[in-house]
């Protein structure tokens, strides 16, 4: 054992020494048995040094029970309701100088007076006490259960770190380890893991807990319980810890009340270290008497026990024992407000098993109800049921219970009993209505109770987490009951079918507000996966749409390119790390420590890729998974979380898998802010869109598979441009339409793209670079990616130097907020059309709407030669009739909000400043042009009335404006639109209730009718707010029509003149809202 330091004084900081002396007495080692009587002492002193301070005891009430627990009296030491453990010699005599005034409560005012104390900044120290419920690493038989051991560290500052000892074969251990934690400053979060000691082996990771700086610093403690992160599937274990900020006063007030011959007592190491030698020795020779100690404490802290004692003491429990904190570790992680957008992440992960095992029960409890039960030899791999034991209906019954204990105890916050309630009643409503004894009249009661309690959250949550958590509670429900119905059995003699609304609509039977129904239970599952992260997540998916628009670094990227790939537009970077050696002495993270420094200043995460990994045999499999945890440890030890949003591990298969994401979770990157990036080699769906390959394989392990048991697993495919296309127009056409079908069908995925082209290709797109192709490209690859849950990643390090060109911002994209650009390729710039996109929604959206500018040739659509089409993005700004809390992409503000019955007022700064952006558009495209008479303007929806307000407010002559499924703002001049010649198209659909044509919407436009300039008004039947087919044909008769008319002979097309016509009604949607 170290020799301690001798002892100053209590105002420096020291190892703490056991030589002492009181008043008058020699210097000398403090006897066995006087130690151990100050141990316990000390440990009651700490107790009972608060319950002093506030007031609950008297001097002399506390002085008989003090002096009782010194002597060794047992009845006095549960009173106390202590846990007197074995303690380092350091942890003894730390306390020994604070509380042993406390022994004799005697101070002496001259030696008071005497007392020079050293001012001290704020130590912060901490116990961690026990541990519950762990998760039992050793799981080979004879092994024994797990030997934890748990540290306690401040992120970045690995010299605060201290550990307990190790308690051999248990999984509630009691540790009672204190120390103080060195290089504390204000605001450091603490961050506790548990760990099981393997001799010989890398310990095993048992869970992580975090303690903010807030939940202790300004409440000058904590005490209480935390929940341990990855503590493992279905395991829920707990760390008590107590925390204590000793301020410079504090010591100044005890330490005043110490003799000055204890704070100035000096003595040598030589003596220290025989003194400590000797206390160790004293707790040797003392641990039988202490292990009865321990089991008596441990009999009277049982309720009734510990109730008796205390009323034999005359203190009442609230006034002894530390109060109850079980509901501060139950509080959420942020507070629960009007506006909550997602849930914190151990309540997330809570709902999504409240969900999944309340559907498995309800659906197996139906199933045993009748004559139909459920063959239980069918609960294997690869069906999607549980294992065979799991689906004993008292398993899934306990199973149950707990996650309903968990919601209860990892939520807070009015939504805790009514979402208990939605999740059960959306279990008992698909069970009964696809599980045989199926019962029409629980369903639709049970379905009514579901509606209702998600209702009672609408004044509370936001209505998109509300959404999140409607589905996820659905489709958990959906996919077990549909499972079991699968595989009840089918030799019954007395099939019990349900009667009546068998052949009814669900909406005639359950309301127009009843949910969707997959056919497919996977989809159903993919789903519930979805939901799950997006429930602690949605902020992620709030702006672009998806979370992760990345860039590909390649090797020899510096920090220069880190902060110029964030102004860009990249809301991600992914960096490679090589695979490091593990011989000692290097940085496992090698060159991409300072690109990851350099992503954390410029506020953007990164993405680890070891994609480039060999792990093509077991033994270079198990190098990769001791590699992959030394990086993982560095992460989580040296950058706060949510500074890696992803790791894309080494190229495996699907099954193969499993040991990496189990590395990586137990080194400390977990699920709720790190996703696991797994490549998916093949096709995940076939012809049909049914699930296929590996992805069905990994999807019907249901919950012993990798998918359920992490939820978040991204599944990221490598696209690659048709190699059957021959024209570089047709290969951007393409990049749309690359995902269709597939997209769709994964729980949670990102894509992986490139700038290739196939080789017969490559000179003339090369020839287009001037036309900014292969920036057209990048963009329609960033839209064929529209339907993936987490995004994609683009690797641009071609031989045209894109990556320089797009980071040196060359190029608008990938920005969010420039201008999407349709080019014409390989003929010159001839017209131009500015068209601008709908409340709410973005230039971005129209990129996969390319059809919509083309023509229409032989029953073909194609693109004008010599077209440009630009497509603008709104900014994001707050909306006054909304309450200005949210920011949504709009083109002005509206100051009220009259649900489409009349025309909503609107702030004229923000049209004013609208109005000016698009002039400027206009003029950039009129100094190309050369003139404006092949410049048009357009708009849906809201941009419908500024499109008509700024072109006609235009200083030049454009050469058309076209509005649909919009009004014109009363405020817009018509006076001089005859003279100026300007034509103007205008296009509405009769069923639109956003914009109502016959109530109001229709009369707006009486000045422009009255003006005699060249207006045409256009009203389809049956066509509704939103209709994407309809406003693509409108967009291609307007272009036809003053296409043909203009100027330009390049333009000028053989088809028909502008005709009217009633239209069919379509699907689609190019903006939301009722706001006009």
């Given at each position: 054992?170290?020799?301690?330091?001798?002892?100053?004084?209590?105002?420096?900081?020291?190892?703490?020494?056991?030589?002492?002396?009181?008043?008058?007495?020699?210097?000398?080692?403090?006897?066995?048995?006087?130690?151990?009587?100050?141990?316990?002492?000390?440990?009651?002193?700490?107790?009972?040094?608060?319950?002093?301070?506030?007031?609950?005891?008297?001097?002399?009430?506390?002085?008989?029970?003090?002096q009782s627990v010194g002597a060794g009296e047992p009845d006095a030491v549960r009173r106390l309701g202590l846990r007197l453990e074995p303690k380092e010699a350091s942890d003894a005599?730390?306390?020994?100088?604070?509380?042993?005034?406390?022994?004799?409560?005697?101070?002496?005012?001259?030696?008071?007076?005497?007392?020079?104390?050293?001012?001290?900044?704020?130590?912060?120290?901490?116990?961690?006490?026990?541990?519950?419920?762990?998760?039992?690493?050793?799981?080979?038989?004879?092994?024994?259960?797990?030997?934890?051991?748990?540290?306690?560290?401040?992120?970045?500052?690995?010299?605060?770190?201290?550990?307990?000892?190790?308690?051999?074969?248990?999984?509630?251990?009691?540790?009672?380890?204190?120390?103080?934690?060195?290089?504390?400053?204000?605001?450091?979060?603490?961050?506790?893991?548990?760990?099981?000691?393997?001799?010989?082996?890398?310990?095993?990771?048992?869970?992580?807990?975090?303690?903010?700086?807030?939940?202790?610093?300004?409440?000058?403690?904590?005490?209480?319980?935390?929940?341990?992160?990855?503590?493992?599937?279905?395991?829920?274990?707990?760390?008590?810890?107590?925390?204590?900020?000793?301020?410079?006063?504090?010591?100044?007030?005890?330490?005043?009340?110490?003799?000055?011959?204890?704070?100035?007592?000096?003595?040598?190491?030589?003596?220290?270290?025989?003194?400590?030698?000797?206390?160790?020795?004293?707790?040797?020779?003392?641990?039988?008497?202490?292990?009865?100690?321990?089991?008596?404490?441990?009999?009277?802290?049982?309720?009734?026990?510990?109730?008796?004692?205390?009323?034999?003491?005359?203190?009442?429990?609230?006034?002894?024992?530390?109060?109850?904190?079980?509901?501060?570790?139950?509080?959420?992680?942020?507070?629960?407000?009007s506006r909550l957008k997602e849930l914190p992440a151990a309540a997330a992960e809570a709902l999504r098993w409240l969900a999944w095992h309340e559907a498995w029960y309800a659906a197996?409890?139906?199933?045993?109800?009748?004559?139909?039960?459920?063959?239980?030899?069918?609960?294997?791999?690869?069906?999607?049921?549980?294992?065979?034991?799991?689906?004993?209906?008292?398993?899934?019954?306990?199973?149950?219970?707990?996650?309903?204990?968990?919601?209860?105890?990892?939520?807070?916050?009015?939504?805790?009993?009514?979402?208990?309630?939605?999740?059960?009643?959306?279990?008992?409503?698909?069970?009964?209505?696809?599980?045989?004894?199926?019962?029409?009249?629980?369903?639709?009661?049970?379905?009514?109770?579901?509606?209702?309690?998600?209702?009672?959250?609408?004044?509370?949550?936001?209505?998109?987490?509300?959404?999140?958590?409607?589905?996820?509670?659905?489709?958990?429900?959906?996919?077990?009951?549909?499972?079991?119905?699968?595989?009840?059995?089918?030799?019954?003699?007395?099939?019990?079918?349900?009667?009546?609304?068998?052949?009814?609509?669900?909406?005639?039977?359950?309301?127009?507000?009843?949910?969707?129904?997959?056919?497919?239970?996977?989809?159903?599952?993919?789903?519930?996966?979805?939901?799950?992260?997006?429930?602690?997540?949605?902020?992620?998916?709030?702006?672009?749409?998806?979370?992760?628009?990345?860039?590909?670094?390649?090797?020899?990227?510096?920090?220069?390119?880190?902060?110029?790939?964030?102004?860009?537009?990249?809301?991600?970077?992914?960096?490679?790390?090589?695979?490091?050696?593990?011989?000692?002495?290097?940085?496992?993270?090698?060159?991409?420590?300072?690109?990851?420094?350099?992503?954390?200043?410029?506020?953007?995460?990164?993405?680890?890729?070891?994609?480039?990994?060999?792990?093509?045999?077991?033994?270079?499999?198990?190098?990769?998974?001791?590699?992959?945890?030394?990086?993982?440890?560095?992460?989580?030890?040296?950058?706060?979380?949510?500074?890696?949003?992803?790791?894309?591990?080494?190229?495996?298969?699907?099954?193969?898998?499993?040991?990496?994401?189990?590395?990586?979770?137990?080194?400390?990157?977990?699920?709720?802010?790190?996703?696991?990036?797994?490549?998916?080699?093949?096709?995940?769906?076939?012809?049909?869109?049914?699930?296929?390959?590996?992805?069905?394989?990994?999807?019907?392990?249901?919950?012993?598979?990798?998918?359920?048991?992490?939820?978040?697993?991204?599944?990221?495919?490598?696209?690659?441009?048709?190699?059957?296309?021959?024209?570089?127009?047709?290969?951007?056409?393409?990049?749309?339409?690359?995902?269709?079908?597939?997209?769709?069908?994964?729980?949670?995925?990102?894509?992986?793209?490139?700038?290739?082209?196939?080789?017969?290709?490559?000179?003339?797109?090369?020839?287009?670079?001037?036309?900014?192709?292969?920036?057209?490209?990048?963009?329609?690859?960033?839209?064929?990616?529209?339907?993936?849950?987490?995004?994609?990643?683009?690797?641009?390090?071609?031989?045209?130097?894109?990556?320089?060109?797009?980071?040196?911002?060359?190029?608008?994209?990938?920005?969010?907020?420039?201008?999407?650009?349709?080019?014409?390729?390989?003929?010159?710039?001839?017209?131009?059309?500015?068209?601008?996109?709908?409340?709410?929604?973005?230039?971005?959206?129209?990129?996969?709407?390319?059809?919509?500018?083309?023509?229409?040739?032989?029953?073909?659509?194609?693109?004008?030669?010599?077209?440009?089409?630009?497509?603008?993005?709104?900014?994001?700004?707050?909306?006054?009739?909304?309450?200005?809390?949210?920011?949504?992409?709009?083109?002005?503000?509206?100051?009220?909000?009259?649900?489409?019955?009349?025309?909503?007022?609107?702030?004229?700064?923000?049209?004013?400043?609208?109005?000016?952006?698009?002039?400027?558009?206009?003029?950039?495209?009129?100094?190309?042009?050369?003139?404006?008479?092949?410049?048009?303007?357009?708009?849906?929806?809201?941009?419908?009335?500024?499109?008509?307000?700024?072109?006609?407010?235009?200083?030049?002559?454009?050469?058309?404006?076209?509005?649909?499924?919009?009004?014109?703002?009363?405020?817009?001049?018509?006076?001089?639109?005859?003279?100026?010649?300007?034509?103007?198209?205008?296009?509405?659909?009769?069923?639109?209730?956003?914009?109502?044509?016959?109530?109001?919407?229709?009369?707006?436009?009486?000045?422009?009718?009255?003006?005699?300039?060249?207006?045409?008004?256009?009203?389809?039947?049956?066509?509704?707010?939103?209709?994407?087919?309809?406003?693509?044909?409108?967009?291609?008769?307007?272009?036809?029509?003053?296409?043909?008319?203009?100027?330009?002979?390049?333009?000028?097309?053989?088809?028909?003149?502008?005709?009217?016509?009633?239209?069919?009604?379509?699907?689609?949607?190019?903006?939301?809202?009722?706001?006009?």
């Open positions: 054992m170290a020799a301690a330091a001798s002892t100053p004084g209590l105002g420096e900081r020291h190892a703490p020494s056991c030589i002492l002396r009181g008043p008058g007495d020699a210097v000398g080692a403090v006897s066995r048995r006087d130690l151990l009587r100050i141990l316990r002492v000390g440990t009651a002193a700490r107790r009972c040094h608060e319950l002093l301070a506030e007031g609950h005891v008297n001097d002399e009430a506390l002085a008989v029970l003090l005599a730390a306390r020994v100088q604070a509380d042993l005034v406390l022994l004799s409560l005697e101070d002496d005012p001259d030696l008071v007076e005497q007392t020079a104390v050293q001012a001290v900044p704020p130590r912060l120290m901490v116990t961690i006490v026990k541990a519950r419920g762990l998760r039992d690493a050793d799981w080979i038989p004879g092994t024994g259960k797990s030997d934890p051991y748990c540290c306690c560290e401040i992120p970045g500052k690995p010299l605060s770190k201290f550990q307990t000892l190790t308690v051999d074969d248990c999984l509630d251990p009691v540790w009672d380890r204190t120390d103080e934690v060195c290089g504390w400053e204000e605001g450091d979060p603490l961050d506790f893991t548990v760990w099981d000691q393997n001799i010989g082996h890398r310990p095993s990771f048992l869970g992580r807990a975090r303690l903010e700086s807030r939940q202790y610093f300004e409440t000058e403690g904590f005490e209480g319980d935390l929940k341990l992160q990855e503590a493992g599937w279905g395991i829920k274990a707990s760390l008590r810890i107590i925390v204590k900020l000793v301020r410079e006063g504090d010591e100044r007030e005890r330490s005043a009340s110490i003799p000055v011959s204890m704070l100035t007592s000096r003595r040598s190491s030589a003596d220290v270290e025989e003194a400590l030698l000797e206390e160790a020795a004293a707790h040797e020779a003392e641990a039988a008497y202490e292990e009865v100690v321990w089991e008596e404490i441990a009999e009277a802290n049982s309720p009734t026990r510990k109730a008796s004692a205390d009323a034999s003491c005359g203190l009442s429990e609230t006034e002894v024992l530390p109060k109850p904190v079980e509901a501060l570790a139950m509080q959420p992680e942020t507070s629960v407000n197996l409890a139906c199933a045993a109800s009748g004559n139909r039960p459920l063959l239980v030899e069918n609960g294997a791999a690869d069906t999607g049921l549980p294992m065979a034991e799991r689906l004993k209906l008292p398993i899934r019954k306990r199973l149950a219970e707990k996650a309903r204990e968990a919601w209860s105890r990892d939520a807070s916050g009015f939504f805790v009993q009514p979402l208990a309630q939605a999740a059960a009643a959306a279990a008992q409503h698909t069970a009964s209505r696809c599980v045989v004894p199926k019962q029409p009249t629980e369903a639709l009661q049970a379905w009514r109770t579901f509606d209702a309690c998600l209702k009672e959250l609408e004044h509370g949550l936001h209505e998109d987490l509300i959404d999140a958590m409607r589905w996820l509670l659905w489709n958990a429900s959906w996919h077990a009951a549909m499972l079991v119905s699968q595989y009840q059995s089918e030799d019954s003699e007395d099939e019990e079918d349900a009667e009546g609304h068998e052949d009814e609509d669900d909406e005639a039977v359950f309301g127009e507000d009843y949910l969707d129904v997959e056919e497919d239970h996977l989809k159903h599952l993919a789903n519930f996966i979805w939901h799950s992260v997006q429930i602690h997540r949605s902020e992620d998916w709030d702006g672009s749409g998806r979370p992760w628009r990345g860039v590909i670094f390649p090797r020899g990227m510096g920090e220069r390119d880190v902060h110029q790939a964030a102004s860009a537009g990249f809301s991600v970077i992914r960096l490679p790390v090589p695979m490091p050696s593990l011989d000692g002495g290097k940085d496992v993270l090698g060159p991409a420590r300072p690109l990851l420094e350099a992503c954390v200043a410029a506020g953007v995460p990164a993405v680890l890729d070891l994609l480039d990994w060999s792990c093509r045999g077991h033994t270079e499999q198990e190098a990769a998974c001791k590699a992959l945890a030394s990086i993982a440890v560095e992460v989580a030890a040296s950058f706060r979380p949510g500074a890696v949003v992803g790791v894309a591990l080494p190229h495996v298969s699907l099954p193969s898998v499993a040991p990496l994401v189990a590395v990586l979770r137990e080194a400390g990157l977990s699920a709720s802010t790190c996703a696991a990036i797994v490549q998916l080699d093949d096709s995940p769906a076939d012809e049909e869109g049914e699930y296929s390959g590996m992805l069905q394989w990994a999807m019907r392990q249901g919950e012993q598979g990798l998918l359920i048991s992490d939820g978040h697993i991204v599944l990221e495919l490598c696209r690659q441009p048709a190699e059957d296309v021959h024209d570089p127009r047709a290969l951007l056409d393409e990049a749309l339409r690359e995902g269709e079908g597939i997209d769709e069908v994964l729980p949670l995925s990102c894509v992986r793209w490139n700038l290739d082209v196939p080789v017969g290709l490559a000179k003339e797109c090369e020839l287009l670079k001037a036309s900014f192709w292969q920036e057209e490209f990048s963009m329609r690859r960033e839209a064929g990616c529209e339907h993936t849950t987490h995004g994609w990643f683009a690797t641009l390090d071609d031989d045209l130097g894109s990556i320089s060109a797009c980071l040196g911002r060359h190029w608008r994209w990938p920005d969010p907020m420039a201008d999407c650009v349709f080019w014409p390729h390989g003929c010159p710039h001839v017209a131009t059309l500015v068209y601008l996109h709908g409340f709410t929604s973005s230039g971005s959206d129209y990129v996969s709407s390319y059809e919509y500018f083309y023509r229409e040739v032989d029953g073909a659509l194609e693109p004008y030669q010599g077209l440009k089409v630009v497509l603008p993005t709104a900014p994001l700004q707050s909306i006054t009739a909304w309450g200005g809390e949210e920011r949504t992409r709009s083109w002005y503000d509206y100051l009220t909000d009259h649900e489409g019955n009349q025309e909503d007022d609107l702030d004229p700064e923000t049209l004013k400043e609208a109005v000016r952006r698009v002039h400027t558009t206009l003029d950039a495209e009129a100094s190309l042009l050369g003139g404006t008479e092949a410049l048009w303007l357009g708009g849906t929806s809201q941009a419908a009335a500024l499109a008509l307000h700024a072109g006609l407010t235009y200083h030049g002559q454009l050469g058309g404006v076209l509005a649909t499924q919009g009004h014109m703002l009363a405020s817009t001049p018509v006076s001089d639109l005859a003279q100026k010649g300007i034509p103007v198209r205008i296009f509405n659909g009769s069923d639109d209730e956003t914009m109502p044509w016959d109530t109001w919407v229709s009369h707006t436009f009486e000045p422009l009718r009255k003006s005699g300039a060249d207006v045409k008004i256009r009203v389809d039947e049956g066509v509704e707010h939103c209709d994407d087919e309809a406003e693509g044909r409108w967009c291609r008769t307007f272009l036809a029509e003053i296409g043909a008319g203009s100027a330009s002979s390049t333009m000028s097309i053989d088809v028909p003149r502008f005709v009217f016509s009633n239209a069919v009604p379509a699907l689609g949607s190019s903006g939301t809202g009722n706001l006009q």
